[in-house]
């Protein structure tokens, strides 16, 4: 399909503006990142130290979308001859899966907070993590918009949106801790932030593996799909169906037609591509015409 691979070579003006928003939010990170370091130095607080540290795995989740991005755009070659577009759904996986086990991290520091409550050291404490709740939501306005069409950019949005919820938690939960000595409320806001991630990683996780596993579009009604084509003048019967996703937002198809006797085979090829494009949105499709004497014999329906 060298139709598809025009962009590759005169990137389209809104792919660098998002690497320009991935980059900037790449280096407000990294930023935040030392900050809280030198801030962890001088107050001498570990737990800030450790947040420095989950900051700079957000940083690193940007910047293997960053890549992520830049990769898939490449046209395909001898060896990937379905092009590199994949490379964001592994990305997002790499983040799905470092979101859960960050989770599940925090659940258990989460417990073991009930039962060993930690002091917060000072008013510094909840003052960087305002300033980090502040970088979080610029880095989260910086990617929201190329999140809700990608996988990749949203699973590292989520990454920040978690580590926006924790500075909320050390500001709400040190507040309450430094004024009137709540102990508990700091181990259980983590662990509904724990569980929060989790669900949503849950959720994030799931259309990303169906990708990868070749999975049809949940959308889509294969069913209804493969009546649709038998219905076509000139079809008797289809046999030997795949449908999956080359990437995130591109379905393809293929299968065996069986033709009716008589039926002009380009005809056919043409109508049924047309009702795959128009009516499915499939946009790559390969249809294997077969006369019924030379038909496939006790193939199935589905699969091969």
């Known amino acids: 399909m060298p139709h598809d691979h025009h962009g590759h070579h005169h990137p389209d003006p809104s792919l660098i503006e998002g690497d320009r928003r991935v980059g ?13 370091i030198v801030a962890g130095v001088i107050s001498g ?7 420095a540290i989950h900051n700079l795995s957000d940083a690193l989740s940007l910047v293997i979308a960053f890549y992520a991005r830049r990769i898939a755009r490449r046209p395909a070659d001898e060896a990937m001859t379905f092009g590199y577009g994949r490379a964001e759904v592994v990305a997002a996986l790499i983040n799905y899966t470092t979101l859960i086990v960050i989770a599940l991290y925090l659940a258990a520091q989460g ?7 930690v002091e917060i050291t000072g008013w510094i404490v909840v003052a960087v993590a305002g300033l980090a709740l502040v ?18 950019m949203r699973a590292a949005f989520l990454h920040n949106l978690a580590d926006a919820m924790g500075s909320v938690a050390v500001i709400v939960a ?5 004024l009137y000595d709540w102990r508990l409320v700091d181990p259980i806001v983590t662990l509904f932030i724990s569980a929060y991630i989790l669900w949503h990683s849950y959720q994030g996780i799931r259309p990303v593996i169906r990708v990868l596993m070749l999975a049809a579009p949940e959308e889509t009604d294969l069913p209804a799909l493969i009546a649709a084509m038998e219905a076509c003048d000139g079809v008797e019967s289809v046999h030997h169906v795949h449908l ?17 006797p008589g ?3 380009e005809t056919v090829r043409r109508d049924l ?6 009516s499915f949105s499939v946009s790559h499709s390969v249809l294997e015409l077969e006369t019924p004497g030379a038909a496939c014999h006790d193939s199935p329906q589905i699969g091969h």
């Open 244 to 260: 999956w996703r080359m990437q995130e937002h591109e379905p393809a198809f293929e299968a065996h037609v069986v033709l009716a």
């Open 111 to 117: 417990v073991e907070r009930l039962f060993n409550p």
């Open 45 to 51: 607080s570990l737990a800030l130290i450790a947040d």
């Open 135 to 152: 970088i979080d939501s610029v880095t989260a306005a910086l990617i929201f918009r190329l999140s809700r069409n990608s996988m990749n």
């Open 174 to 178: 040190g507040t309450l801790i430094l």
């Open 24 to 36: 900037a939010a790449i280096a407000v990170n990294l930023a935040l990142t030392v900050a809280q």
């Open 263 to 265: 039926a002009d085979p």
């Open 273 to 278: 591509k047309s009702l795959l494009h128009r």
